[in-house]
């Protein structure tokens, strides 16, 4: 009889305990919201307008319960993710807070009623705590270009003091990073030099084979080193006291490097500034006479500013 009261004794307990547990339970069954405070804010008076429980105390979650991050995308969009139980998990990006409720409250009603299909969890992270990657060093692209050609007005300076005006030509064909081609041009001595004598005239004539690597820094924006090697013809007229005029000429090797930048003024054509250094190791370097007639030195080194357009064809 002793054991049947304490059995009856722990029956009633335990039919306590889950009578009280039962509302308990219940009152920790809803929606737990994390993220972004104002998204958060929003989204809990959207759910509780819409009769849905929002637990206030992450504590009380349950198995059964919904977790929802807000935050905002890329995009500029609301990005709910939303797990629930036994693994099942979404993503959606919407465009109002209203829409964000309205998938949060058919998540819970398809969790009350057990219509979730259990799901592997998704590795989401959440996007408000998400650092951007590093873009990767920007690196500098190949001049995609077939056939290249330059034409420009030069102004020269040579070692010995004088100075020259000019024109330049050429044409090179891309292989791979590099334009392999040829150039030609024209110089004449200004005559505005103290080093020159007034009753000279030179001019000049010259052809390059040469290597460049034109590159995109930028959009619009081509930078392009280059290397040359070539032949030129100096010709030299000199007018002696007595009117005799004297006619001297003589080929030269030369060695050159240049730099460019050219800006496009449209797709194909742009504007180009180049400067270039030239060495005519074969110079005459001093001053010699021929047919008693007085003859300034060559120059030696040559620097000279181009300007001009470049026409890219593709």
Known sequence: MHSFSAMLVRVATAMSVAWTAAPAAAQCEGVWIEGAPEL??????????????????????????????????????????????????????????????????????ATELDLLEPAPPLAVTPVATVSPEPEPAAVPETHTAAVTITAAAIVAFGDEGSSWFGAHLGACAHAGPTCIGGSLRYLSDSGLSDATSEDSQRTFVGGDLDVSLPFDVAPGFILTPAVALGLGWLDIVVVDETGRTVVTDALRALVSGSFAGAVALVDWLSLELRFTGSWSPLARQSTWVDQGVKIDPDPVFLGSVMLGVRADIR
Do not use: F, N, Q, Y
Request: proline letters at 3%; charged letters at 25%; glycine letters at 6%.
């Open 40 to 109: 958060a804010s929003s989204l809990r008076d959207a759910l509780m307008v819409r009769s849905v429980r929002v637990l206030e105390d992450p504590s009380c979650a349950t198995s059964a319960s919904v977790s929802v991050e807000v935050a905002m995308s890329e995009r500029g969009l609301v990005r709910v993710v939303l797990l629930g139980p036994e693994g099942a998990a979404a993503v959606r990006d919407v465009d109002r807070i209203g829409t964000a409720a309205l998938i949060v409250e058919s998540w819970t009603r």
